[in-house]
């Protein structure tokens, strides 16, 4: 399967959302804008610790503090490149919060909403973000459709509304909302 979008994945979002295909590429640009997919193959991850210190209760913000925070934006994520095995590690303590800790391919969308994103378990769910590119945005698609305020903003390209929802209240901290708005100019262009 492809690991890149083509037009018609474009196309088959946006009419099933029923939004132009810049607003669809801006949520991918500026939630992953490395692609879906990392040079090796695997699926673009990234490991949150602050989610996963609550699905533990916190069980390893002491012995592990690298993996698990209470806090998030208290400290970086790391490496691109080191998210892998920062799974691998948590996945040792504890598989199913570790996975649902994770923010999986082109629309970075946590483990925990799999239900949302359309999937019949967790590891569909992880199936099918590491299956192709076009997996990726139809998660992505049923995740927003999932949500009436999210797919409402991203049709009225209300960018503020549209990262609340689909990033969390602290959205505006990373400037989701200013981002989102300049990647949809340029691609609206």
């Known amino acids: 399967m492809s690991k890149q979008l083509t037009n018609e994945d474009y196309v088959r979002a946006a009419n099933s959302l029923g939004v132009d295909i810049p607003s669809i590429k801006a949520v991918l640009d500026v939630e992953a804008p490395r692609g879906g997919f990392q040079d090796d193959g695997q699926v673009s991850i990234l490991f949150e610790p602050h989610k996963f210190s609550a699905y533990t209760n916190g069980r390893y913000d002491d012995s592990h503090p690298d993996l698990s925070y209470p806090v998030w934006g208290t400290r970086p994520y790391g490496k691109y490149s080191e998210q892998h095995a920062k799974l691998q590690r948590a996945v040792a303590l504890d598989r199913d919060a570790a996975l649902r800790a994770t923010s999986w391919g082109f629309p970075q969308i946590l483990g925990n909403n799999w239900k949302a994103a359309g999937a019949i378990s967790l590891q569909d769910f992880i199936n099918r973000m590491s299956r192709s590119a076009g997996a990726q945005l139809d998660l992505m698609v049923n995740f927003i459709k999932s949500n009436a305020e999210m797919r409402r903003a991203l ?35």
């Open 155 to 189: 049709k009225n390209h209300d960018w503020a509304t549209f990262a609340k929802n689909y990033n969390g209240t602290a959205y505006a901290k990373n400037q989701y909302d200013i981002k989102l708005a300049k990647a949809y100019r340029k691609f609206a262009v």
